[in-house]
């Protein structure tokens, strides 16, 4: 089964054990992404976050920013005949005759604008076709839905924080530009925001269910229903604290990210949302604990379990990547 995955923080992982003086290779690794495990997993593409965390780059998150673009840039230049980059419509009607893995550059943390429309045109100009509003620290656009000093506590959404003023002008300018918007981590308010004024479909691109699992990083139903008929998408996050129905009741270190329980977000979502909604956005290199698919290469074991659980090949298809594949052709 052919995978399209909307979000990996793989870039994120290189730069740092590069920073750290540890590195290691994208080619063959023990990590969840690599090209080996892409290839074993029928990969068609995969989304590659530069993800910065402002506790670790504060003052520098462009800067943090623009050393994983590199990283991302040095990977498709060493495997020119295996990884092709997407950034039109026209990009991926020829993946799929190419042979090659798709590569798509996003970010994950809106701040690293600085608040400068010019720079998420730069970033446009460099490839990034879609990016979140904000990751877990409020920025000048708008507000998460955790606080990252209670990461292992039960989470709360921060309630009535909405997109900022700069928050509703970067979603204009990202509508015009054709970078979709994301609303994984974004506050309760703010996805509220986005379902009121946003004029084209945007992404969650690692959120699942929160009646199928309560935490907070979860989409709730009145959002899986509104993004369903705006035509948006939303992958399934494969880390345990979100896919657990027993998050809250359960130890943290007791969750586990089963098969079974992708399978309960997934029918959930569409159920409420409409089967165009669910795609896959596993949140590989970012996550750890328990997880039943434990790197890229085991993808099939996922789809496989998934026909197990009810779903038809048609649906597996839509959910693996033929949903994510419609939307961003319809919205690059
Ligand atoms: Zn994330």
């Known amino acids: 089964m052919k995978v399209w995955d909307l979000h990996c923080d793989t870039l994120y992982q290189l730069r740092k054990a590069e920073n750290e003086g540890t590195p290691y290779l994208f080619e063959k690794n023990d990590r969840h992404i690599s090209l080996e495990g892409l290839k074993k997993g029928d990969y068609l593409l995969q989304c590659f976050a530069c993800f910065v965390d402002k506790k670790e780059d504060e003052g520098n998150l462009l800067a943090a920013c623009m050393e994983e673009a590199d990283v991302f840039y040095q990977l498709l230049e060493a495997h020119p005949e295996e990884l092709m980059q997407i950034r039109t419509p026209e990009d991926i009607r020829r993946l799929e005759t190419s042979g090659r893995i798709g590569a ?9 604008c600085l608040d400068q429309a010019g720079i998420l045109r730069d970033l446009y100009r460099l490839g990034v076709r879609m990016m979140t509003l904000t990751w877990n620290y409020e920025n000048g656009l708008a507000s998460p839905n955790l606080v990252p000093e209670n990461d292992d506590e039960p989470c709360y959404p921060a309630e009535g924080k909405g997109l900022k003023e700069k928050g509703l002008e970067f979603l204009a300018e990202m509508e015009r530009l054709h970078m979709i918007a994301d609303v994984s981590h974004l506050s309760d308010g703010g996805i509220r925001d986005m379902l009121k004024f946003a004029e084209r479909p945007f992404a969650a691109s690692h959120s699942n269910a929160r009646s199928v699992c309560g935490h907070v990083r979860n989409l709730t ?11 948006c998408i939303a992958g399934l996050n494969y880390c345990p604290m979100f896919v657990d129905p027993d998050y809250g009741k359960k130890k943290t270190s007791d969750l586990r990210s089963t098969v079974h329980g992708l399978a309960l977000h997934a029918r959930h979502m569409m159920n409420v949302g409409g089967e165009d909604l669910v795609a896959l956005g596993s949140d590989f290199d970012g996550i750890d604990g328990d997880l039943e698919i434990p790197d890229a290469s085991q993808m099939e074991r996922m789809a496989v379990g998934f026909l197990d659980e009810g779903f038809t090949s048609r649906e597996v298809e839509k959910i693996f990547w033929k949903n994510a594949k419609r939307f961003f052709e319809e919205n690059l």
Not at 106 to 112: A, D, F, K, L, R
Not at 221 to 231: A, H, N, P, S
């Open 104 to 112: 798509m550059l996003t970010v994950e943390e809106g701040g690293v």
């Open 221 to 231: 139903d009145e959002f899986l229903r509104g993004m369903g008929e705006k035509g």
